[in-house]
């Protein structure tokens, strides 16, 4: 699939990833960037929308105006969704709708208004607890074991029923977690906002050391997309996308300490089930990424790496 001379669309474009993937693919294709703002900000888009042919549309997954906006696109990258795993245990309705509604809705749209290339922004919790780690992209069966993971491996479905139905081409990206700039949510943002506001204790959610799982950074993830739709190969293609390595949620913590420059900060854990962090959280993750490194990508960052280098990131817009 190509991006490059394109009409290209980006749901969630005012999001963490499709910010960043907005810059990068400024310039070299025509943009459409849709985003119902709900979470996300146009002041991520600020210097993208300056480039050469780019439009913003804000515009709802879930509303009307869906198929007209997409007349004339070549390729959808899918980011939108509701992406708080945790959220998804205290009430599953709203990632239902957001993430598998929603990506119906977008997938009708793009076979009505002729869309061709549909890339989809899918997670490491698909493979839910993996017995095999690093867990490579042909892993099964797939039993995520939060709701978000489940809406996500629906999500990966329906792609695939549509390309092969109606002879579009899809890519799945598995995302290990993405970290970095303009990140609002997930651990490192998180705990970020916790020691300013306290500089001398953090809570912790999870039981010592927490859980151990693969950091990939955000520069790291959008070479990585570029990449994978570059070599995929239809009507389905899956990629997974994160570091060779993995740390642990106490790492994280002592690393962000660091970083901040704080002292004599002690971690108080509550709330955890054994072996890590809460219910629906997987306990331990990485991901095989020898695929997407036969298409000549490699990480820049460790997981510890990508997690100082996103403290600076988040810790300076904070
Ligand atoms: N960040 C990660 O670590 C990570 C890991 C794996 C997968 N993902 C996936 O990558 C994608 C992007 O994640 P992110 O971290 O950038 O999230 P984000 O919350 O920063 O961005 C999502 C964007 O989608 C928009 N949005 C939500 N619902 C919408 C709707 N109904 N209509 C239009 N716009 C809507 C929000 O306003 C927001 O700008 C998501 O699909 C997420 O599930 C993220």
Request: aromatic share 6%; with cysteine; charged share 25%.
């Given at each position: 699939m190509k991006l490059r001379d394109r009409s290209v669309a980006i749901t969630g474009a005012?999001?963490?990833i499709g910010?960043?993937?907005a810059d990068a693919l400024v310039g070299s294709c025509e943009l459409l960037l849709?985003?119902?703002?709900?979470?996300?900000?146009k002041a991520n888009l600020a210097r993208t929308l300056k480039g050469p042919r780019?439009?913003?549309v804000k515009q709802d997954l879930l509303g009307a105006g869906l198929r007209t906006a997409l007349k004339g696109t070549d390729v959808v990258v899918h980011l939108a969704a509701n992406p708080d795993v945790k959220s998804s245990a205290e009430d599953p309705r709203p990632t239902f709708q957001e993430n598998i509604v929603g990506t119906f809705r977008l997938l009708e749209a793009c076979r009505r208004a002729g869309v061709r290339g549909f890339v989809l922004a899918s997670t490491s919790t698909v493979y839910g607890e993996a017995k095999k780690v690093p867990t490579p992209e042909d892993y099964g069966p797939l039993m995520p074991i939060s709701?978000?993971?489940?809406?996500?491996?629906?999500?990966?479905?329906?792609?695939?029923?549509y390309a092969h139905t109606y002879g579009m081409e899809s890519v799945v990206f598995r995302f290990a977690n993405v970290v970095g700039r303009r990140s609002t949510h997930g651990i490192v943002p998180d705990f970020v906002r916790k020691l300013k506001r306290n500089p001398r204790r953090l809570e912790i959610l999870g039981r010592e050391p927490g859980t151990s799982k693969s950091y990939v950074h955000i520069d790291d993830a959008i070479r990585g997309i570029l990449a994978g739709v570059d070599r995929a190969s239809g009507p389905q293609d899956v990629f997974n996308v994160g570091t060779e390595d993995s740390i642990f949620v106490k790492?994280?913590?002592e690393i962000v300490v660091r970083?901040?420059?704080?002292?004599?900060v002690s971690f108080s854990w509550s709330g955890g089930v054994a072996g890590g962090g809460w219910k629906g959280?997987?306990?331990?993750?990485v991901l095989d990424t020898a695929k997407l490194r036969g298409a000549g990508w490699r990480s820049k960052y460790s997981s510890a790496e990508a997690v100082a280098q996103a403290v600076r990131d988040v810790g300076a817009s904070h």
């Open positions: 005012a999001g963490f910010s960043n993937l849709i985003d119902n703002l709900s979470s996300g900000r780019v439009r913003f709701m978000y993971g489940a809406s996500k491996l629906t999500c990966e479905a329906l792609a695939s029923g790492e994280i913590a970083e901040l420059g704080l002292l004599d959280d997987v306990r331990r993750m």
